[in-house]
């Protein structure tokens, strides 16, 4: 089973700023890496696949990169409604697909 | 555009199975191309996928669930359904229907609470 570590557990960051979250994967999962933002109460929204390409509908201020076992989630400048838990999860090696423990992106 | 809507029984008696259905509204399950799956959280914490199934009935399960797992399909009623069996308070979890393979699609999430 792939391992999915994801750094920081949180970060704290101030709107309009630009925030980098990690993922890193226990073996090369090539680009087959999504990220996903869950507010409370929500079901996860998928915003990035193949680890760069934006879901449908999900603003340009959201940019993934990455691949093999190292990715990135940027959100270049954080608007109030950003602030979420991110996950990431591969879905190369399977089953399992596995998720990372997320990270929660707070209001500084 | 397609939506996900999961339904069942929200209080599970320990030792029991724990039985939820996804149903699948605009548009087909049997359209081809993707895994419908199951994936839960536990209160406050991270995502966990149990397993996916393919229109024509292929089934995909996490190893560590795989033997009280069971996913089945009706694209008749374009729907599919989860059951897990022998269940413990360990169980108890939001548990979630989604389109995969990467999850571009989910239903709302419905609490599942294992208890006496």
């Known amino acids: 089973e792939i391992v999915m570590t994801q750094s920081p557990a949180t970060l704290s960051v101030s709107p309009g700023e630009r925030a980098t979250l990690s993922c890193r994967a226990s073996?090369?999962?090539?680009?087959?890496l999504a990220w996903y933002q869950q507010k409370p109460g929500q079901a996860p929204r998928l915003l990035i696949y193949?680890?760069?390409t934006r879901a449908t509908g999900i603003p340009a201020r959201f940019s993934g990169s990455g691949s093999g076992t190292e990715f990135t989630l940027t959100i270049s400048s954080l608007q109030s409604e950003d602030f979420a838990v991110y996950y990431c999860?591969?879905?190369?090696?399977?089953?399992?697909?596995?998720f990372g423990q997320g990270t929660k992106l707070e209001i500084k | 555009q397609v939506q996900l809507q999961e339904s069942g029984p929200g209080l599970v008696k320990p030792s029991q199975t724990l039985s939820l259905t996804c149903t699948v509204s605009?548009?087909?399950?049997?359209?081809?191309?993707?895994?419908w799956s199951w994936i839960r959280q536990h209160p406050g914490k991270g995502l966990e996928w149990i397993g996916y199934?393919?229109?024509?009935?292929?089934?995909y399960y996490n190893p560590s669930l795989k033997s009280r797992v069971t996913i089945s399909v009706d694209t008749s009623k374009n729907q599919f359904s989860l059951k897990l069996s022998s269940v413990t308070a360990a169980d108890t979890a939001v548990y979630y229907c989604?389109?995969?393979?990467?999850?571009?699609?989910w239903g709302r999430g419905t609490l599942v609470t294992v208890s006496s």
């Open positions: 989604a389109r995969a393979r990467y999850f571009d699609l």
């Open positions: 605009g548009g087909s399950i049997s359209s081809g191309g993707y895994y």
């Open positions: 199934i393919y229109y024509s009935g292929s089934t």
């Open positions: 073996q090369s999962v090539s680009s087959n």
């Open positions: 193949g680890a760069s």
């Open positions: 999860q591969q879905y190369n090696n399977w089953p399992p697909d596995t």
